[in-house]
């Protein structure tokens, strides 16, 4: 139901009140209206379309005790005016039933506000596939013709969050997020294995996306596979396409909490025999400073960055290992997590940062590798494949991580792995499972090609802002050989 009828109050309205009517010693809400639309096709034919709208409360509630500050969070949605003290009601009853929060830290201050935070919350609309939806239906057309048959859905959703704090926060962000997916499908030239291809875009507004194209490329792809070609699990020399290589290094990203590292954890602590472990020295515990890969690649965040947008404030629901309630409002700016082949900085909260003694960095919700080259995936695969068979991978999915000490992940191959020989695409091989170390990957990284904006495949539910050079890897982990499509 729309938040604009008649059974719901302006979301600004029902954050003043909802921090009117705390009694606790500190609160912060986030109201997150949310709209979206959404195609689905199947068969060459749209199958369904429709629009959704809701909204989402979370109050915060931080009590002060005699041994320290506890915090409530409660989360409730499709709330109005009327159900708004049962809830701050019930965020309050948490905090006090709590224990002190470690994470605990004085709410984010200022009287800072957003100029637009008491307008109407945006919106999105039918409209936004204007011109996508007749492209998809010359796309049909096409694929038609060519003998397969196209899957897929697009979605487009707009987020606005309204935070205000007991503090003096008054702060908006308006985030809109796209995707595509695009499946095309034939039968197999032996009549047993059909022939899959994939490919993804992330838009804000669909207005640079086609369909047409995306659908050209399939088609190539699934003339590719008209030649099927069985391989063994080995070692390949591989290229990696932005998406899987944005996969990869989301994973990496989660995996990058300071404290977590400095305790010795994961893949970024250094190891016990280390040099540089004196006690005290701030980030001693991790491997802060050193090098992860000979090529000058940088891996960054930046709220500002022109066409993955995001929020430039922290907004946060929950509290965990990389993020706290108590840091809602706290500016983010533009942090290099790698800075030319070298670890720069981990994710911290003012909390963790405390602990740690490394500066505050909190997660940022888009994600650039830099500093590659400035050759295209096409001019890649025209140096592959001399010395022996090598692959192209279309993408990769079902990660999981098997061993956090190496952040060691394990997944397979997914619609479309391809033979390169002698600089060109000579058919499809068999799907395989993998075991690699994103880590390890950039420290063996041959190449990089040129930085382009890809939508993560496996993550596209959680995390889609994303711009990623190809990667060559002389020498890919194809662990087993999957029968899967």
């Not at 038609?144 to 969050?161: D, K, N, P, Q, T």
């Not at 997916?181 to 994939?198: C, F, H, I, M, Y």
Request: with cysteine; glycine share 10%; charged share 25%.
């Amino acid at each position: 139901m729309s938040p604009r009828n008649s059974r719901s109050t302006a979301p600004h309205e029902i954050v003043e009140r909802a921090l009117e009517l705390s009694r606790a010693d500190g609160c912060a809400v986030i109201a997150d209206e949310h709209s979206g639309v959404n195609l689905r096709w199947a068969g060459n034919a749209l199958t369904t379309n429709g629009v959704t709208r809701g909204r989402t409360l979370t109050v915060v509630a931080t009590v002060n005790g005699a041994e320290g500050t506890a915090s409530g969070v409660v989360s409730r949605s499709a709330v109005t005016k009327d159900d708004l003290e049962p809830l701050v009601r019930a965020a309050e009853a948490a905090a006090r039933d709590a224990g002190p929060a470690e994470d605990a830290q004085p709410l984010v201050g200022g009287e800072k506000a957003s100029a637009d935070f008491t307008d109407a919350p945006a919106e999105t609309s039918s409209d936004v596939f204007a011109a996508f939806a007749p492209a998809l239906g010359e796309s049909f057309r096409a694929a038609r013709s060519g003998g397969r048959e196209l899957y897929g859905f697009a979605h487009h959703g707009v987020v606005s969050s309204y935070l205000g704090t007991s503090a003096g926060l008054r702060l908006r962000h308006d985030q809109p997020t796209g995707t595509l997916e695009l499946n095309a499908k034939a039968p197999g030239t032996d009549g047993t294995v059909p022939r899959s291809a994939w490919t993804g875009r992330a838009t804000r507004d669909f207005t640079d996306v086609d369909p047409r194209e995306l659908d050209a490329e399939l088609g190539r792809r699934l003339g590719w596979a008209e030649r099927r070609v069985e391989l063994p699990a080995g070692r390949y020399e591989t290229l990696l396409p932005p998406t899987a290589v944005a996969d990869l290094l989301i994973y990496q990203l989660w995996s990058s909490g300071a404290r977590d590292a400095a305790e010795g954890r994961t893949v970024f602590s250094r190891p016990a025999d280390g040099d540089g472990d004196a006690a005290g020295r701030p980030g001693a515990g991790t491997r802060l400073g050193e090098r992860l890969s000979a090529l000058p690649l940088t891996l960054r965040s930046d709220p500002r960055a022109p066409g993955l947008e995001c929020a430039p404030f922290v907004l946060a629901h929950s509290s965990g290992d990389d993020a706290s309630v108590f840091d809602n409002g706290l500016p983010l700016t533009a942090t290099d997590w790698v800075r030319e082949g070298v670890l720069n900085r981990l994710l911290t909260t003012r909390h963790t940062a405390g602990l740690t003694g490394l500066p505050v960095a909190p997660g940022i919700d888009n994600l650039l590798l830099e500093g590659g080259g400035s050759r295209s995936l096409e001019e890649m695969v025209a140096d592959t494949g001399h010395d022996g068979p090598a692959l192209l991978l279309t993408c990769l999915w079902y990660i999981r991580e098997v061993d956090p000490a190496t952040l060691l992940l394990t997944g397979l191959t997914r619609d479309g792995v391809y033979l390169v020989e002698n600089g060109e695409v000579t058919g499809e091989v068999n799907n395989f499972r993998f075991n690699e170390s994103p880590v390890d990957l950039l420290s063996r990284a041959a190449e990089a090609g040129r930085t382009e904006r890809t939508l993560p495949r496996e993550w596209s539910d959680y995390f889609t802002r994303a711009a990623m050079p190809a990667l060559r890897i002389p020498d890919f982990n194809m662990s087993s050989v999957s029968r899967g499509v």
